[in-house]
């Protein structure tokens, strides 16, 4: 079973940055793909970014060139970096890990809110 565990969510200014992390409790050279999600309220669940293991990055056109997603593989981590926030970047933001032998994982969800 694997775990991960998201945080730095929290509410922000129009135009500022936060920066989200997703600690995995096993390597993420495990995993396929991995990536983060989004829902807001009354909406579906919504792709941010994805990433293959050793491939490309793919990111939703509302979030090009706003945000970056990045792996530190010696803590199991990968962060989403969240510049020129907006307020329709308010959601829950999920973190998600898919192994080609065991399934889907995704994180418990972290909160983001983009409000003056």
């Known amino acids: 079973q694997v775990q991960l565990v998201e945080s730095g969510g929290g509410l922000v200014q129009p135009g500022g940055s936060l920066r989200l992390s997703c600690a995995a409790s096993r390597s993420l050279f495990n995993f396929e793909t991995m990536g983060w999600y989004r829902q807001a309220p009354g909406s579906q669940r919504e792709l941010v970014v994805s990433f293959k293991r050793y491939g490309s990055t793919q990111y939703a056109d509302s979030v090009r060139g706003r945000f970056t997603v990045s792996r530190d593989t010696a803590q199991n981590t990968v962060h989403l970096q969240m510049n020129s926030l907006k307020p329709a970047d308010t959601a829950v933001y999920y973190c998600?890990?898919?192994?080609?032998?065991?399934?889907?994982?995704w994180g418990q969800g972290t909160q983001v809110t983009v409000s003056s």
């Open positions: 998600y890990a898919h192994d080609t032998r065991e399934g889907d994982y």
